[in-house]
């Protein structure tokens, strides 16, 4: 990929490489509707960790000439949900001001070597499925002995990105999809379906199900072992050049057929935005969420009760990101006897957000304790949830063990009677 040509702007940190947008900047009207959305505001109250505080951070990236400590702490911060997208009444594009900005921190900002070391160690292991495979029989020890109990507390983030080690089976590591799945009855066409990194190990039964009900409706699958992660992972966290460089194996691999379909939410998202990222918004245009793709489609399959009461958990890709929240809940209401159950304060993010729990572990538990109990208080029997950060999430710091699966497992068991 050809390398990134940055000038520094006069008086200003940001440089000429796509900086914040004076003009996006411009739009935000200090109104506060985000502020009751925002996580970080309810965490702490402060103007600077709000959506609008945020925005005035960055236009101060445009005056000073060092990049402050202040500026890059409020802008770790945030989690990068998009909540106050949806909120705001103005129609700010807040999404594309944070990828514009966290790029430009990655470039101008030194960070301190521990943070720097634990980063590499994130990123040189979960885009890349056989290492996470690898990791397998590790991460089954690790449950039955408790081996995160003897990381010291002063390393929280190690200690924290072992305890919330998804619960896989041995036998996760060699389960596979065929390449090809065919349709079942007559074709309606055919779609390709994104394996990801972390779902294809840790949640492979979610891509089976979705292939199953895929084949079911009456689409030919085909599940390429390429790409091995589509980057939305660097770009939500500012790594630029390494989401674009896996954004075009990603285009190579999948630019081929006309529809692809994407059961992971923080996924369909960044690819979603391969228009801003690598300038193909023809690629962007041909990712669907697996919801939204069904949602368009005369169902063909019959479906089967389901009796279970299930509480509906919106990730926040895919509620504020891709906009996408009637889909999902349309789809498991028409599955007979299920009852769908609304939790509150639906649009608070559950502390996830791509690895921001990784790097912010206090933060990502008061918002994951917060996102449990409500979930919790409905009595549901269930939690659908359409991420698998999310799932991890959640589990761990539910009270009582409920069990989370995603909305397509649920479809999957209906059509499958």
């Not at 000038?7 to 440089?15: E, I, K, L, S």
């Not at 991460?139 to 003897?150: D, N, P, S, T």
């Not at 599940?223 to 630029?240: D, F, I, K, N």
């Not at 690598?278 to 169902?299: Q, S």
């Amino acid at each position: 990929m050809a390398t990134i040509e940055v000038h520094q702007h006069q008086g200003g940190v940001w440089d000429e490489h796509r900086p914040p947008s004076p003009e996006l900047i411009g739009d935000c009207v200090h109104c506060g509707f985000c502020l009751p959305t925002c996580p970080t505001y309810a965490l702490w109250g402060e103007e600077m960790d709000s959506p609008r505080g945020r925005i005035q951070l960055m236009a101060l990236g445009h005056q000073e000439p060092t990049l402050s400590d202040e500026i890059v702490t409020h802008l770790d911060r945030c989690l990068g949900c998009m909540a106050c997208v949806t909120a705001c009444p103005s129609g700010v594009k807040y999404d594309l001001l944070l990828q514009q900005a966290r790029p430009q921190i990655e470039r101008h900002y030194q960070r301190s070597l521990s943070d720097r070391a634990f980063r590499r160690l994130v990123f040189a292991v979960f885009p890349h499925p056989g290492r996470l495979r690898a990791l397998i029989p590790l991460l089954v020890a690790q449950r039955r002995l408790g081996l995160e109990r003897a990381i010291p507390r002063r390393w929280p983030r190690l200690r924290g990105m072992a305890s919330l080690a998804p619960k896989v089976g041995v036998g996760a590591a060699w389960d596979r999809l065929p390449a090809v799945t065919p349709a079942r009855g007559a074709k309606r066409g055919t779609v390709a379906l994104l394996q990801g990194c972390v779902q294809r190990v840790f949640f492979s039964q979610v891509n089976r199900a979705t292939v199953a009900v895929l084949a079911a409706e009456g689409y030919e699958v085909h599940a390429p072992r390429r790409p091995a992660c589509c980057g939305s992972l660097q770009l939500h966290t500012g790594y630029e050049r390494e989401a674009q460089t896996r954004a075009k194996e990603t285009i190579t691999a999948l630019g081929g057929y006309q529809t692809v379909i994407v059961n992971s939410a923080g996924c369909g998202s960044g690819m979603k935005d391969y228009a801003h990222l690598v300038e193909d918004p023809e690629f962007a245009a041909k990712v669907k969420d697996v919801h939204e793709f069904l949602a368009d489609v005369e169902p063909r399959a019959r479906r089967h009760p389901v009796p279970l009461r299930v509480a509906y958990h919106d990730a926040c890709h895919l509620a504020h990101a891709q906009g996408i929240r009637n889909q999902p809940r349309e789809l498991l209401r028409a599955i007979p006897e299920l009852e769908l159950i609304e939790p509150a304060e639906w649009e608070h993010c559950c502390g996830s957000a791509g690895v921001y729990n990784l790097l912010a572990p206090e933060a990502a538990a008061a918002l994951g304790e917060r996102k449990a109990a409500n979930l919790a208080a409905t009595g549901a029997e269930m939690i659908a949830a359409a991420n698998p950060g999310c799932a991890i999430q959640i589990g761990q710091y539910l009270e009582r063990p409920i069990p989370i699966v995603h909305p397509i497992e649920l479809l999957a068991r209906s059509l499958g009677g």
